[in-house]
């Protein structure tokens, strides 16, 4: 499986560079929604650039890396009034296109009266493209707030968070590697600090 590592500059420009194409296209949302919890950092992003709203929604469909469920399921509904207002969903990656379908129905099925929907990535064998995305890639897109759950998924027996990332060719320095290692460390010892 073929990994692309996106850094956190990378997502602030092409998140910018969506909202810049969503106001040169003349639709103007009057809520973002952003998915969680990836579309959720790019949605506030995009709102905040827009001056709009954002209200989130809870979608599961993936069991694990390259693993995924067979339909999604919402699991924290969208709680921000949708009637008459123009819609906008965002989410990070769209894989299958069948998250953003579901989302698209329950705005639709609040009264939305229009939903329009938005991507940073998207694969080429979505069922449902979005009407604005970055880019069509075919890798497993690896975001900055899931670096550690992609390395724990990854490794290999034994194998520390060091030489994984460099194994799957991380873009990040040793300092990183160390700081998830201590993390996993303290985690698998609670109760052993302050509070505990």
Not at 71 to 96: C, N, W
Not at 152 to 175: I, S, V
Request: charged share 25%; proline share 5%; glycine share 10%.
């Amino acid at each position: 499986m073929r990994l692309l590592w996106v850094r956190w500059g990378d997502v602030f420009s092409l998140s910018l560079n969506l909202a810049k194409s969503i106001a040169e296209s003349g639709y103007v949302p009057d809520i973002v929604v952003g998915i969680l919890r990836g579309g959720y950092i790019v949605g506030r992003i995009i709102s905040d650039a827009l001056a709009r709203p954002i209200a989130a929604v809870e979608v599961k469909f993936y069991k694990g890396i390259g693993s995924r469920g067979t339909k999604p399921i919402i699991t924290q509904p969208i709680m921000a009034d949708m009637a008459g207002k123009r819609v906008l969903i965002v989410d990070d990656v769209v894989e299958s296109g069948r998250t953003l379908e579901v989302v698209t129905e329950l705005c639709s099925i609040r009264g939305a009266s229009a939903v329009r929907t938005a991507a940073l990535y998207v694969k080429p064998w979505a069922m449902m493209n979005p009407d604005y995305y970055a880019a069509k890639v075919e890798e497993w897109v690896v975001f900055p707030w899931e670096v550690g759950e992609t390395v724990r998924e990854l490794r290999q027996e034994g194998e520390d968070f060091a030489a994984a990332m460099k194994r799957l060719g991380a873009p990040y320095d040793e300092g990183v590697a160390s700081v998830l290692e201590a993390i996993e460390k303290a985690s698998a010892n609670p109760g052993r600090g302050e509070g505990g």
